[in-house]
């Protein structure tokens, strides 16, 4: 399995709701991340974990939670967004620090997200 | 800090067409070098990369070197075709949080290839 599975692929919802989003990948790799893409810009880093804890977090507003249950997992919680929070959401999975040769990241389709 | 710099597009080619995609970076150390590719309404894929200079990556008829001394890893394809239009990030890995790499990527490339 080389691949990083994220649901939904899509998501409308409220100011007030809650939601999460959730990334999958079986290839062992030990560093998972969530990016946020506007449209024509890069991803842009919100989170990192490495072996299951929270190793980066780039300044992300805390209605973003982000939390790794499982090498296997990574979940990004959602709750009192803005319309400005809309965007395509890339969870990547990478090999933990190799001496050299480190293969990058393997990023999954995303979930494109609209907030109303 | 480490960056990215790669030629603005859009770029707009015929079917065909010989393909340079522009990519300089700044950064400390010795960074790896990779090019990715957004399709339309997609995540990124892994399209090449070069973990040291002087390497040569390739995929798919791209290809892109590593080279130190320009501080550049342009990308190059000699035939273009319509299913390559997509838009081609390049991106350096940075040893950062003491145990993951993080990547910078540059703004972006759309390549549109018409038939």
């Known amino acids: 399995d080389t691949e990083v599975t994220q649901t939904p692929k899509h998501l409308v919802m409220g100011m007030t709701n809650k939601k999460s989003l959730k990334c999958e990948q079986h290839?062992?790799?030990?560093?998972m991340y969530w990016y946020k893409q506007k449209a024509k810009k890069p991803p842009e880093l919100m989170f990192v974990?490495?072996?299951?804890?929270?190793?980066i977090n780039e300044s992300v507003p805390s209605r973003f939670s982000p939390e790794c249950p499982n090498s296997s997992l990574l979940n990004l919680h959602l709750h009192a967004l803005q319309p400005e929070d809309s965007a395509l959401y890339l969870c990547?999975?990478?090999?933990?620090?190799?001496?050299?040769?480190?293969?990058?990241?393997?990023f999954g389709s995303g979930t494109r997200l609209t907030v109303v | 800090g480490d960056s990215v710099t790669q030629m603005e597009g859009p770029v707009t080619l015929s079917e065909e067409a010989f393909l340079t995609i522009n990519c300089t970076y700044t950064?400390?150390?010795?960074?790896?070098l990779f090019w990715y590719v957004q399709y339309p309404g997609e995540g990124l894929q892994l399209l090449l990369k070069?973990?040291?200079?002087?390497d040569k990556g390739s995929n798919k008829g791209f290809e892109a070197t590593y080279r130190k001394e320009t501080t550049s890893f342009h990308l190059e394809k000699g035939s273009v075709q319509v299913s390559d239009s997509a838009v081609y990030f390049c991106?350096?890995?940075?040893?950062?949080?003491?145990?993951?790499?993080?990547?910078?990527f540059g703004k972006g490339t759309l390549l549109t290839v018409n038939p």
């Open positions: 290839m062992g790799h030990r560093a």
């Open positions: 974990y490495s072996y299951e804890k929270l190793s």
């Open positions: 070069a973990t040291k200079a002087d």
């Open positions: 991106a350096l890995s940075d040893r950062s949080g003491g145990s993951n790499y993080k990547l910078t």
């Open positions: 950064a400390t150390g010795y960074p790896s």
């Open positions: 990547a999975s990478s090999q933990g620090v190799q001496k050299q040769g480190w293969d990058g990241y393997t």
